[in-house]
């Protein structure tokens, strides 16, 4: 009996578009998840095309509104290709503004969206609130890269020295609590903390510690240096720096506003008033370990698997 010599032609490998202005870290939190997520698709077995469709195109991903939005509309292949839209915001509530950003965001998504990916339940109720409803919507909270950011295995009960505080942020819009931290700066016992900022404020601090940004490997050492961080940020509705904070095992000192509340649960404590923040800073270092116990943060992988479940896909490799 003859062998079959023709070989059956291998079936390329599916594709995921993702739209998005990418960019060389370090820079914003949604460019960080972005690379995150792209990376944790690839090793699920996907083909990553960044900015186009292509024939092998089945599903893309379009971030909120950073990306070429013209180029997108008109690709050829867009009436063939799941369209998952990623929104952010409400915008221009987080940057207390009014250009109409998040206008312009459900326009486009009632244009082309199939599904529409939330970051947090305060993001969807929002938009909601504002009367803008989005294609089959559902909630995927953001995550990050655990070979970098991992909690240390220092033991904070037989701590000796000051108590290391610690806020990030890339951004310097004034909603990202630069305020709240020169208050602490004023009021704080300096004989008690240390403090150190990372990242861009609209403010320079005299004697909290700032550090231009850095990227994320070195940024995870810091963190990890450090016993509590503390956010300011406001309207904020899926913080990637307070989650990297939580993943290196950092309880939390936050405003009680955007997505805070979901991503810190029990691993700290959520203030209304900047004046309730040094108090609360006292009553997470008496309860420092159940707080750190309480850390809750969905892991890249599943939250990749989130995402291809609303995609219909599957994991093409065994990992």
């Not at 095309?49 to 292949?77: A, P």
């Not at 305060?122 to 990050?144: C, E, W």
């Not at 240096?225 to 899926?238: L, N």
């Amino acid at each position: 009996m003859l062998k079959n010599i023709f070989k059956t032609p291998s079936k390329p490998t599916p594709s995921i578009s993702v739209f998005h202005d990418f960019h060389r870290p370090p820079y914003g939190g949604g460019n960080q998840f972005m690379l995150a997520l792209t990376a944790e698709l690839e090793r699920n077995g996907y083909k990553i095309e960044r900015n186009k469709l292509s024939d092998s195109t089945e599903v893309c991903l379009f971030n909120s509104f950073n990306f070429d939005s013209r180029k997108l509309l008109t690709s050829r292949n867009l009436d063939n290709t799941l369209m998952i839209h990623r929104v952010d915001g409400p915008i221009d509530k987080y940057r207390g503004d009014d250009r109409g950003v998040d206008s312009e965001i459900w326009k486009i998504n009632q244009s082309i969206a199939n599904a529409t990916v939330f970051q947090s339940q305060y993001s969807l109720d929002a938009h909601i609130k504002l009367g803008m409803q989005f294609r089959r919507p559902t909630v995927i909270k953001n995550s990050v890269d655990s070979t970098i950011f991992y909690p240390s295995k220092k033991d904070f009960s037989s701590k000796l020295g000051k108590i290391k505080l610690i806020s990030t942020s890339w951004s310097d819009n004034i909603n990202k609590g630069a305020s709240v931290y020169r208050w602490l700066e004023q009021n704080l016992d300096w004989d008690r903390f240390d403090y150190t900022f990372v990242g861009r404020s609209p403010i320079k601090f005299k004697h909290i510690t700032m550090m231009s940004p850095v990227d994320s490997v070195n940024l995870a050492d810091i963190l990890r240096e450090h016993d509590i961080f503390v956010t300011a940020s406001v309207h904020d509705p899926c913080s990637n720096a307070l989650i990297e904070a939580l993943s290196c095992g950092l309880p939390v000192i936050g405003a009680r506003s955007g997505g805070h509340p979901e991503l810190i649960g029990k691993a700290g404590y959520l203030f209304d008033d900047k004046k309730d923040i040094l108090g609360l800073i006292d009553n997470l270092v008496d309860n420092y370990q159940q707080a750190q116990n309480s850390i809750k943060v969905p892991t890249l992988s599943e939250v990749g698997h989130a995402y291809m479940r609303v995609m219909g896909l599957k994991t093409l490799n065994d990992n």
